[in-house]
């Protein structure tokens, strides 16, 4: 078991600006994958608008249903590195504490 006073850590203004700094990121991205994946749903359900032929045979709904996965892989993307800039500053705030610069 540990001694890591974590009240120590998030007490820290870093600490805090870390949190704010992830906050303003996975919000934002959060509405709008809940929004983009709730609308295709109430679009098939309730309107005949992905109903019309897009190209060939190829209707809307299957061009929204392909760009979900698109947008899917594209804010995995975008999460996978702004994690990785987290973990750096998360591993900074976690040196300064074991360093003794926290009092």
């Known amino acids: 078991m540990s001694n890591i006073d974590y009240k120590k850590i998030s007490d ?11 906050n303003k990121f996975i919000l934002p991205i959060s509405i709008f994958f809940i929004i983009a994946t709730l609308i295709f749903p109430v679009l098939t359900g309730y309107t005949n608008l992905l109903n019309y032929e897009a190209f060939g ?7 929204y249903a392909i760009m979900l996965f698109i947008m899917v892989w594209t ?6 590195k702004r994690a990785k800039e987290f973990d750096k500053e ?5 040196r300064k504490y074991r360093e003794g610069e926290y009092k």
């Open 12 to 22: 820290q203004p870093e600490f805090e600006a870390l949190l704010r700094k992830r």
């Open 57 to 63: 045979n190829i209707s809307w709904a299957w061009i």
């Open 75 to 80: 804010l995995v993307t975008i999460y996978m």
């Open 90 to 94: 998360a591993d900074e705030i976690i």
